[in-house]
C-alpha cells in the first residue's frame, strides 16, 4: 500500500480564496483524521470520521473550515474563504480499528497571503 | 488544561546518554498511548505504542506508562545524532479521539 496520499503538497493561495485539500486513506482503513500543525500550538485534531461520517468536528476552528467523505477511499478538507491565519501544514492520517495508531500523510503546507 | 501536556525543550543530551521524555494525559479514560518521531518537514512516524501500565521496550526505546498519576514517558537509551527531532506524545481517548502534545524537540550532540 502506497499510505496515506495528500495533495497538493504545497498551496499558496490569496487571502479570500477557497482551498480545497485532498487525502486518500490507506485502504481498509475505517478511520481519518484531519489534523493542522502550527509552531504555536502543535497538532491540532480538526475532525475525525469513521466509516465515513463525521463523529466529532469540535477541533475545526470556525465555520470557514468544512470537511467531508464521500466514500472509503476519499476525503477533503476546505476553506472558504481562506486567510492569512490559516497557513500552516494540515495533515491527513487513518488508522484500520479502534484505538490504534494513526499513520500520517506527507502533509499539506498551505501559504495564505 | 490541554488534553495531552509535553515539556517543549529544547532537551540537549550528548552522544550514548540515555534521554527521557515526559508527557501527562487530562482524561483517565484515555485508552491508548503513543510516541512518534517527527523531522523536521516530515510528517509524524509511530515510534511505540503502550496500553497497559508498566514498560514496554522495543530495541533502544522504552515506553512507561501509569495510568493512575495519567503519565507516560520515552526513555531513548545510547541516543544517537539521528534520534534528533521533535518527539510527539499521542493519547487516544473514549471514541478513538487522537490527541497529540505539541512535542519535545531532542537534540543529540556528537
Known amino acids: 500500500d502506497a499510505g496515506v496520499i495528500q495533495s497538493p503538497r504545497h498551496e499558496v493561495t490569496e487571502m479570500g480564496q477557497e482551498v480545497t485539500l485532498r487525502c486518500k486513506p490507506i485502504?481498509?482503513?475505517?478511520?481519518l483524521f484531519w489534523y493542522r500543525q502550527t509552531m504555536m500550538r502543535g497538532l491540532e485534531l480538526l475532525i475525525y470520521?469513521?466509516?465515513?461520517?463525521?463523529?466529532?468536528d469540535s477541533g475545526m476552528p470556525e465555520d470557514r473550515f468544512s470537511a467531508k467523505m464521500p466514500n472509503a477511499s476519499f476525503s477533503t478538507l476546505k476553506i472558504q474563504p481562506s486567510e492569512p491565519r490559516d497557513s500552516a501544514v494540515y495533515f491527513c492520517a487513518s488508522s484500520g480499528q479502534v484505538y490504534t495508531e494513526a499513520f500520517f500523510g506527507q502533509g499539506t503546507r498551505l501559504t495564505v497571503v | 488544561q490541554k488534553e495531552v501536556e509535553q515539556n517543549s525543550g529544547p532537551l540537549s543530551v550528548p552522544e550514548g546518554a540515555i534521554a527521557s521524555l515526559n508527557c501527562t494525559y487530562s482524561?483517565?479514560?484515555?485508552?491508548?498511548f503513543f510516541w512518534y518521531r517527527q523531522y523536521s518537514g516530515k510528517s509524524p512516524e509511530l515510534i511505540m505504542f503502550?496500553?497497559?501500565?508498566g514498560d514496554k521496550e522495543d530495541g533502544r526505546f522504552t515506553a512507561q506508562l501509569n495510568k493512575a498519576s495519567q503519565y507516560v514517558s520515552l526513555l531513548i537509551r545510547d541516543s544517537q545524532p539521528s534520534d534528533s527531532a521533535t518527539y510527539l506524545c499521542?493519547?487516544?481517548?473514549?471514541?478513538?479521539?487522537?490527541?497529540f502534545g505539541t512535542g519535545t524537540s531532542l537534540t543529540v550532540i556528537p
Open positions: 499521542a493519547v487516544i481517548r473514549s471514541g478513538n479521539q487522537f490527541y
Open positions: 503502550i496500553y497497559s501500565n
Open positions: 485502504s481498509g482503513h475505517d478511520y
Open positions: 482524561d483517565r479514560g484515555s485508552q491508548s
Open positions: 470520521f469513521n466509516n465515513n461520517v463525521p463523529i466529532d
